[in-house]
């Protein structure tokens, strides 16, 4: 049983940086690969990128791959997600997941409630 709850969107200008957050509660948070999806209005949810229970392994969509890191601090039950040179085709709402460590939205169990991102030209 694994409860998410993501922090850190907001409103931020095209070229800007955030890192988003995502606190999981559970006792087996760390057995999970835990990945971020996006889903814009009017869109399907995207996958963005994902890692491994250990963080051994990372996978990125080509759409972020060089500027979105994923990284995770199980002591923390933590997931997060920097991103650097924001883009107007970044926003969306923000959501994160534990599951398997899928690039389909179907490969996991538990979501967050999201947490907006706005880009602005």
């Known amino acids: 049983q694994v409860q998410l709850v993501e922090s850190g969107g907001g409103l931020v200008q095209a070229g800007g940086s955030l890192r988003l957050s995502c606190a999981a509660s559970g006792r087996t948070f760390s057995g999970y690969s835990m990945g971020w999806f996006r889903q814009a209005p009017g869109k399907e949810r995207e996958f963005v990128a994902a890692i491994s229970w250990s963080g051994a392994r990372t996978v990125y969509a080509d759409s972020v791959k060089g500027r979105f890191t994923i990284s995770r601090d199980n002591a923390k039950n933590t997931v997060y997600l920097q991103i650097y040179s924001l883009k107007p085709e970044d926003t969306a709402v923000y959501y994160c997941?534990?599951?398997?460590?899928?690039?389909?939205?179907?490969?996991?169990?538990?979501w967050g409630q999201g947490t907006q991102v706005t880009v602005s030209s």
């Open positions: 997941a534990a599951g398997d460590l899928a690039t389909v939205a179907t490969g996991y169990t538990y």
